[in-house]
């Protein structure tokens, strides 16, 4: 069979994966993370820690799976789970929660965003808002809903949107704004105007917030503002989360989605035929981990802001430009200075050129918009810091 039909071809071609010849390419990440396997180079370019999340988190799992907790868990999750959920978000929020009808659990993160867009979009004339650069599912699952993306560009190098072009991307025809906050790849944290201004084009076109906040506790300077507790935003939010970046254990995928009981029931209706159910021993895990003390929530966030120092220094040194990021695990750096004119074609050379992976940031935007991220590189700090350190060491030969 020369062509197979289906819709695995534009959700291949909205990630950026179907080559000019028609051949579907690895993701970047899997081209990376082989590169880095087969040089010995030092791993900055998949967002994944090479620590242990907290023993607490760790051994609830192994006594779960020590007194039977292997069997499906219930379609939502288990009781405990959307009750710390619910507990967390009163905690850090303010926001309160019905566990048993506001609260869903997810295979990740990911799955909680495909979930809600699939739930969301009713047809090909409705429109999908992003922020450029992107979470690669994003683009993805948006094409395979059938949806349009519409972008709003982040620009070097504070990748803050400008509100004009936000107000001109969110129309009548927007059935959903994604906003991903703290943002991978750039590490911006939006602004409060940034975030004021997209509960209002959502209320002025009726449209729902989709909010992804995987790296809500991972922001460097002041809390984490979830846009459900702006005024006008909780009766039209989604808010998705998850355990991965908190807590290291990102193959463990325990998610979650809150929001009002209508719109969460919209996305179960979906989820359930996607995963079903997941991580049942992994479930009461997560809910140690959310009900852990303010030290080790605080704790993360200072640990983290060192190592984006120290790779920032790195990175400096080494002769890149940076963009300081405000959360996250990134750091987005220039390599124009470095000679760098394609940014794909430079990490493909990093490796035996300085023995460190790092990933392009076109591989996180539309063809369209490349040009736009020609130099730029993302790098992880979620790693040893002794692991910073020898990649800064080695990333000094780079130049």
């Given amino acids: 069979m ?58 609830a799992a192994r006594e779960a799976i020590a007194r039977g907790v292997n069997q499906y868990p219930p379609g939502r999750g288990i009781p405990d789970l959307l009750s710390a959920v619910a507990e967390h978000q009163r905690r ?8 048993g009808t506001e609260v869903l659990v997810t ?71 994604l906003v991903n906050d703290p943002h991978n790849p750039t590490g911006a944290v939006f602004t409060a105007e940034v975030r004021d201004e997209i509960v209002r084009l959502a209320e002025r076109h009726d449209a729902i917030i989709v909010t992804d906040e995987v790296y809500e506790h991972l922001v460097f300077d002041g809390p984490h503002v979830p846009i459900a507790t702006l005024p ?32 969460v029931s919209a996305v179960l209706a979906v989820k359930q035929f996607l995963t079903y159910v997941n991580g049942s021993a992994f479930q009461p895990a997560m809910a140690t981990g959310l009900r852990l003390g303010d030290a080790f929530f605080e704790g993360i966030a200072e640990r983290l802001r060192a190592k984006r120092d120290l790779l920032g220094r790195g990175l400096l040194a080494a002769g890149f430009e940076v963009s300081m990021p405000a959360g996250s695990y990134f750091t987005v750096a220039d390599a124009r200075a470095l000679g760098a004119s394609d940014a794909s074609a430079f990490c493909r050379e990093l490796p035996s050129r300085a023995g460190v992976v790092a990933i392009p940031l076109t591989a996180f935007t539309t063809s369209e918009h490349r040009s736009d991220y020609a130099t730029l590189v993302r790098f992880a700090a979620c790693k040893r810091v002794e692991v910073l350190e020898e990649a800064a060491s080695r990333l000094s030969r780079a130049h």
């Fill in 92 to 99: 850090f929020y303010g926001i309160s929660l019905d566990p």
């Fill in 2 to 59: 020369r062509h197979i039909p289906g819709a695995w071809h534009r959700t291949a071609a909205g990630a950026g994966l179907v080559g000019s010849d028609g051949t579907i390419h690895p993701t970047i990440f899997a081209e990376m993370s082989a590169l880095a396997a087969e040089t010995g180079a030092i791993n900055l370019g998949q967002g994944f820690p090479d620590e242990d999340g907290p023993a607490e988190v760790l051994e």
């Fill in 232 to 263: 006008g935003a909780r009766e039209r939010t989604l808010t998705i989360s998850s355990g991965g970046k908190t807590f290291s254990t990102t193959g463990w995928k325990i998610g979650w989605i809150t929001g009002p009981a209508a719109l």
């Fill in 107 to 177: 295979a990740g993160a990911t799955e909680a965003i495909a979930a809600a867009l699939l739930a969301l979009v009713d047809g090909p004339d409705d429109e999908i808002v992003v922020f450029e650069p992107f979470y690669d599912s994003y683009a993805a699952i948006v094409a395979l809903s059938g949806a349009r993306l519409v972008t709003v560009p982040l620009r070097w190098p504070d990748f803050q949107p400008d509100l004009g072009e936000l107000r001109r991307a969110v129309g009548d025809r927007t059935r959903a704004i």
